[in-house]
């Protein structure tokens, strides 16, 4: 049985951005971040609706590369129908990487150049590819990995969610060991901090993930903050929150916007639907017994007096 362990996410605007146009989903078994591209507020409101679409939406019965094909899917109709009635928002689109974890492993589905990582011992592997112009460079061999650190234009995507009526969404399925730590960030991070820092952090805090996501963000920033940094991280099989995947079938979806500020979450929100009618019936129960304390002190007052 799949076990989620520790979760943790952290979110920050960095130092050269006015607003975080990043969005995270924190959901056990589901993790995402989306991060969003446009003028003015576009680039925050496609990557909310983006996070909003994984949170509501019902994948029916699919499974594995499928469904979470389908989530994004159902989340590039979203922005795109968005930025197609709304002047203000045209061309807006956001990367989205998403990971599920299901009983044969982690489902990974992913549009953009956010990344997400696997670290198996002492080893940290990017499993995913990056949608953009200078990985195509660096792919066909016209620019060198060396180039590739520096290029200006760098940050230029070549697949986003929200841009077309369609996308095409790389799916996958990640075979899981106990111990394995998933990272899922946006390249404010990435861009900031190279692979062997960032191995180096979670080996430092494989026990605190709450910290290492912290650690992270902080060396992002301190590597020059030019972006919105965003850093989600969860554990397999590891002691922690210490979740199966039937556990956590009602948690809550937790999408965070943050405009000026850091944003962080650990741990567990249970949906409304998940503590549903027995909570509101002890509610009321505890209701009518202040009530009935109270008109009998009214009696005994009236009596007395």
Known sequence: MTVVGAYAAKTDTGRKRRRNEDAFVLAPPLFA??????????????????????????????????????????????????????????????????????????????????????????????ITEDHSLVNELLKSGRLSAEEAESHPQRSVITRAVGTDPDVDVDSFVVETQDGDIFLICSDGLTDMVDDEHILETVERHRGDLDRMTRQLVTAANSGGGEDNITVVAFSIGETGAGLTVEDTATMEAVSLQPEDKTTEHIGVRIAPAAVGPSVARVRVVFAGLIVLALVVSLLLWGLLH
């Open 33 to 126: 971040v989306a991060d969003g591209m446009g003028g003015a507020q576009a680039g925050e409101i496609a990557s909310k609706l983006a996070a909003a679409a994984l949170e509501d939406t019902d994948a029916g019965r699919l499974t594995g590369p499928a469904k979470v094909a389908s989530l994004i899917q159902e989340a590039n109709r979203r922005v795109h129908e968005r930025s197609s009635v709304d002047p203000a928002t045209s061309g807006m689109g956001t990367t989205m990487t998403v990971a599920l974890v299901e009983d044969d492993g982690v489902v990974i589905g992913h549009v953009g150049d956010s990344r997400a990582y696997l670290v198996r011992g002492h080893d940290l592997e990017q």
